[in-house]
């Protein structure tokens, strides 16, 4: 099988690698890429905001974008050609995956004039961070279960709710937030999104720490918080049909962005040749190297399931199941893997407060690795969706499809 680019692709890659090149410092391969929502000091948040407005300028933020909004009007091959060239070099986290791969597509299809105006072309140049308020204590995987209620009031919509999980609610600027309008219909079809200012009377972010050390999840607390009509993305009860949109771009960026995303099953062989196990070097046993060969393979057959990603890209089709199928084998790898780490490193490995001592990336992969496999959409449902979508088989029973929410126990 061929995976070289294509003609066009090569000059793309070309291009991008020069201005890389002229403006950003190459990875000396030591350095773990720094994961898109750890931007935890306000220098961090301002240097990445430097690094995207740097991008904007050259005409390599927004590659996807149509360009009458800004964007380089190019497809999602040249985004992930872009994601490869950039990961090797040394920048700023790109905090800016909400705001680009998930609110700008919503906005381009949904929003009104007035709102394209206005909001994309800071979106663009990386002077407005986004989070997207969707998750709540009782409506995560479920989304048309929340409670978050949005009661009009004139030409105002008035708040009340919690959510939670909102991946750097604590430095963006705005959010897209969906709400239930209409508690008398399906839990599907009284819902009504809005854009929010983070810094508005009636809206609190609380970090919430992770076991891992990091805060890059927060609950949002909303208490009569006043939005204007004009702040309304969509239609009036029509907000699943925007949060599909969302949510979908969600597949395709974590699609994308898995599919150039690195795996270490590598990096445990000197690991496993700087310990000792019955008095030898551990890479001498048997055992641990038919481990880190299980581990590699299994990597390998998740890198040629990316291929599958990249080559319906490439001929312009939509990937079918591959992004849900690389999320649920990644997501358990990842973990097996760690784990594998710290039990080669000792008991003590798993507990040590050093972040950057020889261990300490496999550390925090295991202590995230949970998180991980819940987080855009959890391994249960990636497992409904490669059941239903490729396997063909019959969808789980809804008997509360369409019962209005206000019955529903």
């Known amino acids: 099988m ?44 301002t240097a990445a905001q430097a690094w995207q407005k740097r991008k904007a300028e050259g005409g390599w933020a927004g590659i996807t974008w149509p360009k009458e909004y800004g ?61 997207q308020l969707f998750s709540e204590p009782a409506a995560g995987s479920d989304l048309a279960g929340i409670r978050t209620r949005a009661r009009r009031d004139g030409d105002d919509w008035v708040i009340t709710g919690q959510k939670i999980w909102t991946s750097g609610a604590h430095y963006s600027g705005y959010g897209i937030l969906l709400a239930r309008s209409n508690p008398d219909v399906a839990k599907h079809k009284g819902l009504t999104m809005f854009v929010v200012k983070m810094d508005s009377p009636g809206i609190e972010a609380r970090r919430i720490k992770q076991i891992s050390g990091h805060s890059s999840f927060n609950e949002v607390f909303l208490d009569e918080l006043r ?42 062989i000197p690991l496993a040749s700087g310990v000792t196990l019955n008095g030898r070097p551990a890479i001498e046993n048997d055992q641990v190297r038919a481990k880190i060969a299980e581990f590699a393979s299994r990597q390998r057959g998740m890198e040629f399931t990316s291929y599958r990603i990249m080559t319906a890209l490439s001929r ?5 199941v591959e992004g849900s199928i690389g999320k649920l084998m990644l997501g358990k790898l990842r973990q097996e893997m760690a784990s594998f780490a710290l039990e080669l490193t000792g008991s003590t490995a798993g507990i040590s407060d050093q972040p950057k001592d020889e261990t300490g990336l496999w550390r925090v992969d295991y202590l995230t690795a949970p998180g991980n496999r819940i987080s855009g959409g959890s391994d249960e449902i990636q497992r409904n969706i490669i059941a239903e979508r490729l396997l063909g088989m019959p969808p789980e029973i809804r008997t509360d499809k369409d019962t209005p929410f206000s019955q529903l126990k």
């Open 227 to 268: 939005i204007p009509d004009s702040d309304r993305l969509g239609p009036v009860d029509g907000g699943w049909r925007v949060a599909m949109t969302t949510l979908t771009n969600e597949r395709y960026t974590l699609a994308i962005g898995r599919s150039v995303g690195g795996m270490r099953a590598e990096e445990l």
């Open 2 to 45: 061929d995976f070289s680019d294509t003609p066009e692709e090569a000059a793309f890659r070309k291009d991008a690698c020069a201005w890389l090149e002229a403006n950003a410092t190459l990875r000396d391969g030591s350095e773990k890429v720094q994961d898109a929502f750890m931007a935890n000091t306000p220098e961090e948040v």
């Open 71 to 131: 964007g380089r009007g190019g497809n999602e091959m040249q985004q992930i050609i872009w994601n490869q060239e950039e990961g090797r070099y040394k920048v700023p986290p790109n905090i800016f995956v909400v705001s680009s791969g998930l609110v700008a597509p919503t906005l381009i299809a949904h929003g009104t004039d007035k709102q394209k105006t206005e909001i994309l072309p800071s979106l663009l140049s990386g002077e407005g961070v986004w989070c």
């Open 316 to 320: 312009d089709k939509e990937p079918m």
